[in-house]
């Protein structure tokens, strides 16, 4: 490989902009605001440099960048991409610098709120990049700090005590990962993924551990990561979290943070813990199916919109998670055939959900700018007589959310539901109850806000502005490219989910 | 000239054209959206016509065009186009009607300030329409299956300011998507069990013989044959689209939507689909039939439902007023009356009803439209009264396509497809009900029919609005008397002297014999007998005596109060409803809502009070030393730019800001050393 270190610079640019903000006390905000931005597209432009040098079929990690760092610990500074985290990478790409953008009205302490913000984009292309856990485990920590602030000091009126939860839980899964992790060092006296992979498979983890002791280590690593996407039931800490952030933060969170968890247990948990996972997988695709179904009927029981996007994303992303448990309950004869939708599916899903979820957050936080921070069920009303275009976007948005074929959210959902029926039949049909429920939601959200009589409070409301288009708009157009031509995506990761399902145990 | 199969993606890709251009214009840009419309109608039109003729030169062979969409894993997911003469006649049908319905709607919409999304949203729904009779996959006929029901979603809300519309909308969406689920997952078990979802793939596709064949050789530990499951489950789809007992629910609400919508997609088209589909998939439907041992199948169920169907629409139907909400539940009717030809073993018998039906109830919907228009909006039948003289072609046109609709003998379409259904039915060995059920609807669909036409043509004016109507322009009657004329004419296509179309369809050798026509004699005097029955029945009750106001009493509700009450209420359908389906949704919200707050919530905040008392601390001081701390690094961070380097001790957070810094500094120590 050249040694162009493209992984730091993604990384580190947007710290190196966080870094630069903090020296410019006395800035304009406009200013202020144009670098962020700045700064925040670069992981766009690097993605896509990254992109236009990828090898898809390599299937392995590409860009390498490998040093020694602690050698004592026998820490590496080891980076590496492949078809997942590139994915990831333009996804974030995407997302960021949205989040900025749907930020840029905030007057309090602009500077701070987009320090912060480009702090949370350095450590989440940390977690999608890193292939050593010491690395991996700071970003993946460091990325706590800057959602913190972002959610207590901007959010609503219960913004504290939200932001305290997700911390709190959020640390307190993560404790148990750093004490496995430590234990797998102290046994085979490397931190590095790729390593530990390859241990994992030729039997080394299992020879040099018991096998309790290797079960309580997969539970530890398990639990972190279960809290942070969530899994059912370990997801009380999000709708709060989510509904008390500000509209940029709740973009980022549901866009980005709740992938890190997903691609933890894409990077670490399966290919670590294959036969843990292997046997824990029937509790597992019990508890993914929990998120599936109560997410989406929980959502229902919501009036506070952004609780029920909140809601609406512990199904989305269960799917994901649905899909893998699905992969790894097939014992030593994998039914190849599913495997390989099952795992695009969800990594489609992962994509997807990105851009829907937080184009639909976005929407509801056009609706709080507008209405002075209503945001409920009941409190709007023919919004789309007074703004068409806005109820047009959103409602691209929300048919994406609900999985209508022609955009993108359908290819995935299609997928990780054709993976799963060849797997796990009964999973699948009862998964289908997720997408029943989630349909009737959004079709009452719409139809109580955007449809029926103009209601008080909404005759004055403008529609979308020229920024607030730009903002949504790159997302809008992807959806329906993505829902027509899934290839464009498909085809950078399809030969390392082949591969995937080459290596099954 | 003919439309190679390589070329026939052009046919729906015209009207999505147009809708492209429709969503893009501005709302001033009125002709430019509904001439692009009318405009990408018209050659789609032209080209299914070569097409059709192309298909018909070699009806018995299936053109296919495959392509990958995306790769997966070391194939790809395919799709692909289909032409074959079933194809070929709905692609016709869809445009010609479509198109007239499309010139109509220039007039009938033309005071709406949202003319060109109207315009949008229908050319929308044609491409979705056109796209699923293409379709050579399963997986392609289903992405255009649920836009098809997309475009009924806005076409239904398209007065979304009105409550009643929006919610009509939504219930369309919902009710469908139930039966969409059970496709879905038809869907998946074919896909899984077959390794294809494309339909005709040089021997390997799933309606060919070879994995017909593995499909019906295995069986469930229910003694189903896997055929059989998907083949109901795909039925499930079908039920909900076209509005088969118990899901045909939403069809009479999305009479909201605009008169051409209900024309076109609540009518001849959309609600059609269902039956396309199970024509479509005919093989694997059918497959099962051979089985002797199997407890059921997959066609006995779609028989009786849609025998069921006929029925309790036609009963219904007699007991509604508002003109749209008659032939919408005719049209429930008329869809069970396909879906029985299909159950009882005669898939081009219901194809050529869709047909015949299509261009009678486009006549039949775009004739109330006339009605509704020249009346200023008066839908209700007691309410209208009169028009005979004040409206003479929309009363004709009218008149014909209740003859058609009703079966009046001989010359009308109607009455040559509803033969060819109750023959089938007639020859059904498993069960007579089926064609009890159909004979019943006969009488009874002349009976509403009739009640129908003399309650607005007949008697005088009841109502302001009525006394003032008066004809509309040619541009709506023109299409009213183009779709008259199909309305008698198409039944020629189709009688048993000649069933050219029965056997282009199915690509077998066509014979004719003038001895055919009377060769099931008894039921076809049985049913000519019936159809007289039903209209000297309704004459009788509402021709005889007319109606002198509009608040005079029914004179069915005079001889039964109780029927008509529950006829006029649709028998309970939508309480019964929404007293179970409705009550059990929000139950289980409300269940998995409080599960979450207070059982999985509270046990995580009881874990947390735990952990706080552990720490030898009560809750109130810990909250407040914490918060404390938190607002003192808030306060730190936020004056940070000259104080960032000044390491804060005893500070977690400062600790973390200091590791943050230190290990940018030796990453970029080490990216300038490494790239060296």
New interface residues.
């Given amino acids: 490989m050249n040694s162009f270190p493209l992984l730091t610079l993604i990384i580190f640019i947007p710290w190196l902009g966080a870094l630069l903000l903090a020296q410019m006390s006395r800035a304009h905000p406009k200013i202020i605001r144009g670098l962020a931005l700045l700064f925040s597209l670069s992981t766009l432009a690097l993605g896509l440099v990254a992109w236009a040098n990828f090898t898809p079929a390599a299937a392995g990690y590409q860009f390498v960048e490998q040093h020694r760092w602690i050698s004592f610990l026998n820490v590496s500074y080891h980076f590496g991409l492949d078809g997942m985290s590139l994915l990831l990478v333009l996804l974030t790409g995407l997302v960021a610098p949205a989040a900025l953008l749907a930020s840029w009205k905030i007057e309090r302490d602009t500077r701070l709120f987009s320090l912060l913000l480009l702090f949370l984009q350095g450590s989440a292309l940390g977690v999608f990049l890193a292939l050593d856990f010491f690395p991996w485990f700071i970003f993946w920590e460091l990325s706590l700090v800057p959602a913190f602030f972002l959610i207590k000091l901007w959010g609503g009126p219960g913004a504290s005590r939200a932001a305290y939860q997700f911390v709190i839980y959020t640390i307190g899964g993560s404790v148990f990962m750093l004490l496995a992790f430590a234990a797998i060092f102290a046994a085979v006296g490397t931190f590095d993924f790729v390593e530990l992979a390859v241990l994992a498979q030729n039997g080394g983890l299992a020879t040099k551990m018991s096998g309790p002791a290797l079960t309580a280590i997969f539970l530890g690593v398990l639990l972190g990561l279960a809290v942070k996407v969530p899994l059912f039931p370990f997801h009380t800490w999000l709708p709060s979290a989510y509904a008390e952030a500000p509209t940029g933060a709740s973009m980022f969170l549901t866009g980005i943070m709740s992938k890190m968890g997903v691609y933890g247990f894409f990077r670490i948990l399966w290919p670590l813990f294959p036969a843990q996972l292997h046997a824990a997988a029937p509790v597992l695709i019990g508890l993914a199916l929990g998120g599936v179904v109560l997410g989406a009927f929980a959502a229902m029981a919501q009036t506070d919109l952004k609780r029920m996007v909140a809601y609406s994303s512990i199904n989305h992303v269960s799917y994901c998670l649905l899909a893998l448990f699905a992969v790894s309950s097939c014992g030593s004869e994998p039914a190849r055939d599913s495997v390989v939708p099952a795992l695009s599916g969800a990594l489609l899903q992962m994509f997807n959900h990105g851009l829907s979820a937080s184009a639909l957050f976005f929407g509801i936080g056009v609706l709080e700018v507008r209405s002075g921070g209503k945001r409920g069920l009941n409190d709007f009303g023919g919004v789309r007589t007074a703004a068409p275009v806005f109820a047009g976007l959103c409602g691209l948005a929300m048919f994406s959310s609900l999985g209508l074929p022609g955009l993108n959210g359908f290819v995935g959902e299609f997928l990780v539901f054709r993976g799963v029926f060849g797997l796990a039949p009964w999973a699948a049909a009862i998964g289908c109850l997720g997408l029943f429920a989630t349909a009737w939601f959004l079709l009452t959200f719409w139809q109580r806000v955007f449809h029926g009589p103009v209601g008080p409070g909404v005759a004055g409301f403008k529609d979308l502005s020229g920024l607030e288009i730009a903002t949504l708009a790159p997302g809008i157009a992807l959806m329906f490219v993505l829902g027509v031509w899934p290839q464009l995506l498909v085809g950078l990761f399809n030969p390392l989910v082949t591969a995937w399902s080459g290596h099954l145990p | 000239m003919t439309l190679p199969v390589q070329y026939l993606w052009l046919i729906p890709a015209l009207p999505l054209l147009a809708a492209g251009i429709g969503a893009l214009t501005p709302r001033n840009g009125r002709n430019l959206a509904a001439g692009s419309a009318i405009l990408a109608m018209a050659v789609a039109f032209v080209l299914s016509c070569f097409a059709l003729n192309g298909a018909l030169q070699a009806p018995a062979t299936h053109a296919v065009y495959n392509f990958a969409?995306?790769?997966?894993?070391?194939d790809a997911l395919r799709l692909g186009l289909l032409l074959d003469p079933l194809t070929a006649f709905m692609c016709v049908m869809v445009t010609f009607v479509g198109l007239l319905i499309f010139i109509f709607s220039l007039d009938y919409m033309k005071e709406d300030p949202n003319y060109s999304r109207f315009f949008c949203f229908m050319s929308l729904f044609a491409a979705a329409m056109l796209g699923l009779l293409v379709a050579n996959s399963l997986?392609l006929l289903?992405?255009?299956w649920?836009?098809v029901g997309?475009a009924s979603y806005l076409l239904i809300?398209f007065w979304?300011?009105?409550?009643s519309?929006?919610?009509a909308?939504?219930k369309a969406?919902?009710t469908t998507?139930?039966g969409d689920?059970g496709l879905?997952?038809g869907m998946?078990?074919l896909?899984?069990s077959s390794?294809s979802l494309l339909f005709y793939d040089g021997g390997h596709g799933v309606l060919e013989a070879a994995n017909l064949a593995s499909l019906t050789g295995q069986t469930l530990s229910c003694g189903l044959a896997v055929s059989t499951a998907i083949g109901l489950l795909i039925f499930c789809g079908a039920a909900g689209k076209s509005g088969q007992f118990p899901l045909h629910v939403w069809l009479p609400d999305a009479m909201e939507g605009p008169t051409p919508v209900s024309a076109l997609i609540h009518a001849a088209t959309m609600v059609a689909a269902g039956v396309f589909l199970v024509a479509r998939a005919y093989p694997l439907m059918s497959a099962d039939t051979l089985i002797a041992t199997a407890p059921v199948h997959a066609l006995t169920v779609v028989a009786f439902i849609g025998a069921l169907t006929a029925l309790l629409g036609a009963l219904i139907a007699c007991g509604q007023t508002d003109i749209k909400r008659v032939l919408a539940f005719s049209t429930v009717s008329q869809l069970g009356y396909m879906m029985l030809a299909l159950g009882v073993g005669s898939w081009t018998a219901a194809i050529f009803h869709l047909l015949t039906h299509a261009f009678f109830k486009a006549l039949l919907f775009l004739g109330a439209g006339s009605v509704i228009h020249a009346a200023h909006h008066e839908q209700d039948i007691r309410s209208l009264g009169g028009l005979r003289p004040r409206m003479k072609i929309t009363f004709a046109t009218f008149a014909i396509g209740m003859m058609a609709l009703s079966g009046v003998p001989f010359l009308f379409s109607g009455f040559w497809s509803k033969e060819a259904i109750l023959h089938a039915a007639h020859e059904w060995n498993v069960s007579p009900l089926p064609l009890y059920a159909g004979l019943t609807a006969v009488v009874l669909t002349a009976f509403y029919m009739t009640r129908l036409v003399a309650e607005t043509f007949f008697g005088q004016a009841r109502s302001p609005a009525a006394e003032h109507a008066h004809e509309n322009h040619a541009v709506m009657t023109g299409p009213l008397v183009l779709l008259a004329v199909g309305a008698v004419l198409l039944g020629f296509l189709g009688t048993p002297a000649c069933p050219w179309l029965q056997a282009r369809l199915s690509g077998t050798e066509l014979h004719s014999s003038m001895s055919q026509l009377f060769a099931s004699g008894g039921l076809l005097l049985l049913s000519i007998g019936l159809v007289g029955a039903g209209l000297v029945t309704g004459w009788w009750l509402y021709g005889r005596k007319l109606r002198q106001t509009a608040e005079h009493r029914d004179p069915l509700a005079v001889a039964s109060p109780a029927v008509m009450a529950a006829l006029a209420s649709r028998l309970g359908f939508d309480e019964l409803y929404a007293a179970t389906v409705g009550r059990l949704?929000?139950l289980?919200?409300?269940?998995?809502?409080g599960?979450?707050r207070w059982v999985?919530?509270g046990l995580?905040n009881f874990l947390?009070q735990f952990g706080v008392f552990s720490g030898t601390l009560s809750r109130e001081t810990a909250e407040s030393t914490?918060?404390h701390g938190?607002d003192q690094v808030?306060a730190s961070?936020?004056g940070?730019?000259?104080r960032?380097s000044r390491a804060q001790t005893g500070e977690a957070?400062g600790y973390?800001r200091v590791?943050?810094m230190a290990?940018?500094v030796?990453?970029?120590l080490?990216?300038l050393?490494?790239?060296r």
């Fill in positions: 969409w995306f790769d997966l894993g070391h997986l289903f992405i255009c649920e836009l997309l809300g979304f300011h009105k409550p519309a929006a919610a909308a939504k969406f919902i998507r139930i689920l879905l997952l998946l078990w896909y899984d390794g949704n929000s289980t919200a409300a269940l998995a809502n599960l979450d999985i919530g995580v947390g914490l918060n938190f808030s961070i936020r940070s730019g000259q960032y957070h973390l590791i943050a290990f940018i030796l990453v970029l080490l990216v050393g490494g790239s």
